[in-house]
Every structure is written in structure tokens, then in C-alpha cells.
């Protein structure tokens, strides 16, 4: 009997390379679109201009504002991107001196007690 190769099945065994993207949900069929044009801010601005900024759009551009027209959440998906790439990083949140939380008792050693 002669052995069987194996061939990768699936959605995922063929998958073309991806190329890298430097902002998600940024990318149009025209190309990558800068963030700072996007939010209508220069490439210099602080974060409470860029923060500004965004919330003004976000009243402009609003999906709730007319329903009526899809074109506004792809809009405002677009600009929630772009605000994501340019915020300042989250770091981890503060854990105020309280200890982690137990995950229960100690493991039980393999030793048997001393006689």
C-alpha cells in the first residue's frame, strides 16, 4: 500500500501572503488614507487637538444623524480608524493596591510531610 501524502485542505492551506497594514480600516481602493487627513488635523497636532477633532467629525459624519444614508457609517468607521491609529496608547488599567484576584489553592506538593 503506498502512503498517502498529505495535502493541506481547507480555506487556510492556500491563503495569499498578507501584506502589512500600517493603519486598519483606513485602507480604500485608492490606497492607504492618512489619518491626519482623515481627521482634518496637521501631522504636528497634540492629542487633545486630535481628540478635538474627532468629536467634532463624529457630530458631522454620525450614522444616527440620517439614517437614511449608508454612505455616513462607512464614514464614521473610516474616522473611528483613524482616531484609533493616532490615540495615544492605552496602557494597562490601574489596580488601585488591590492583589490579583486568587485562582485558588496552591498546588499541593508531591513530597510526602517529613515523619
Known sequence: MAARRRVPMGPWAAAPPLLPRTHPGLCTRAGPRDPYEVLGVRPDASPAEI?????????????????????????????AAAYRALRPPR??????????PCRGPPPRSRTPPPR
Not at 53 to 76: I, Q, T, W
Request: net charge positive; charged share 30%; proline share 18%.
Open 91 to 100: 496602557g494597562d488599567p490601574p489596580t488601585h493596591g488591590t492583589p490579583p
Open 51 to 79: 481628540r478635538a477633532a474627532f468629536l467634532a467629525r463624529c457630530k458631522e459624519v454620525h450614522p444616527d444623524g440620517d439614517p437614511a444614508d449608508p454612505s455616513r457609517h462607512r464614514r464614521f468607521l473610516r474616522l
